[in-house]
T-cell receptor
Framework: GAGVSQTPSNKVTEKGKYVELRCDPI?????LYWYRQSLGQGPEFLIY????????DSGLPNDRFFAVRPEGSVSTLKIQRTERGDSAVYLC???????????FGSGTRLTVV | QKEVEQDPGPLSVPEGAIVSLNCTYS??????FMWYRQYSRKGPELLMY????GNKEDGRFTAQVDKSSKYISLFIRDSQPSDSATYLC??????FGTGTSLTVIP
């Protein structure tokens, strides 16, 4: 596609449930990034993939958060035992170099009730 | 101390004004400096990317890096109502400011 696609655009889940958020990067982009953005804040880095491997996962807040990119394209962010504090917009970005072509998706708005 | 600090504003200017947006950062080893524009309910859009120090210009936008002061700036000339958005700085990949909300009044 022309841009980074994130699905779903909105997700409401109950506390304690498991959720998966999907990111479809721009075709050919080797790097993929996940961020979390709370209201009135800048994006907070979670994890960065180069190809299939996680090059930097230092931003994942705890072991309830996990992300995969098995074929070096689509990525899934997985959150177990969701908590109300996980409510935020989860943003995905992709690029083909250091920042060349760096493009964000519109995000998934996650609400944990 | 946070890696990057940014005044959240809000900032309101008349159309045609020059806008100055700023961030300070903590680590003198940082080399990468980016500015983004974010409209409501959209992802950030990369405006300017600067490696190391100096100025970079692109149309109405100029990015400046002062490494001695650990201070970065984005200038917008001839501001337009369509520039109304939140502007985010990012340093050294992954450290974002909180964003400055800008409104350009017609």
């Amino acid at each position: 596609g022309a841009g980074v696609s994130q699905t779903p655009s909105n997700k409401v889940t109950e506390k304690g449930k498991y959720v998966e958020l999907r990111c479809d990067p721009i075709s050919g982009h080797t790097a993929l990034y996940w961020y979390r953005q709370s209201l009135g804040q800048g994006p907070e880095f979670l994890i960065y993939f180069q190809g299939t491997g996680a090059a930097d996962d230092s931003g994942l807040p705890n072991d309830r958060f996990f992300a995969v990119r098995p074929e070096g394209s689509v990525s899934t962010l997985k959150i177990q035992r969701t908590e109300r504090g996980d409510s935020a917009v989860y943003l995905c970005a992709s690029s083909w170099g250091q920042r060349e072509g760096y493009t964000f998706g519109s995000g998934t708005r996650l609400t944990v009730v | 101390q946070k890696e990057v600090e940014q005044d959240p504003g809000p900032l309101s200017v008349p159309e045609g004004a020059i806008v100055s947006l700023n961030c300070t950062y903590s680590n003198s080893a940082f080399q990468y400096f980016m500015w983004y524009r974010q409209y409501s309910r959209k992802g950030p859009e990369l405006l300017m990317y600067t490696y190391s120090s100096g100025n970079k210009e692109d149309g109405r936008f100029t990015a400046q890096v002062d490494k001695s002061s650990k201070y970065i700036s984005l200038f917008i000339r001839d501001s337009q109502p369509s520039d109304s958005a939140t502007y985010l700085c990012e340093v050294n990949q992954f450290y974002f400011g909180t964003g400055t909300s800008l409104t350009v009044i017609p």
